[in-house]
């Protein structure tokens, strides 16, 4: 584990930002953020730390504009996926076809309240 406390390993600064995950980008970044709030900031190393921190920063824009765009993609094909279930299968009683239409609910008819004597009812 590393000092974060996770298993994935500190990334090495000459890691291309390409292959380095999410997560250990967004740690490197912070890791200069530190770097750049300290009261004494390593002349020799600023620039090198900045051209770092601006090639995470743009390649985690390109992931985060590349999932959006997947997810803007994947989101409608979902919801047409969903239209369609509940389209063919109710999700409730109230939704099924005759649903409180009561001159249809077989069950609220008795034999005899309707004038009818049970040898006119079918057994079923």
Do not use: C, H, W
Not at 11 to 18: L, Q
Not at 50 to 64: C, F, M, N
Not at 111 to 121: A, C, I, L
């Amino acid at each position: 584990m590393n000092a974060a406390g996770r298993d994935e390993p500190t990334p090495d600064p000459d890691d291309p930002v390409a292959e380095l995950s999410y997560m250990a980008a967004s740690r490197e970044l912070d890791g200069i953020v530190e770097f750049f709030e300290r009261s004494e900031v390593d002349v020799d190393q600023l620039v090198a730390r900045l051209e770092r921190a601006t090639a995470i920063v743009d390649e985690l824009d390109r992931r985060i504009r590349r999932t959006r765009a997947q997810v803007e993609e994947l989101v409608p094909k979902l919801e047409a996926v969903g239209r369609t279930q509940s389209d063919t299968t109710p999700e409730y009683e109230e939704d099924a076809p005759g649903a409180g239409d009561d001159a249809d609910d077989d069950a609220s008819v008795v034999p005899g309240d309707t004038g009818e004597s049970d040898r006119d009812t079918p057994p079923f």
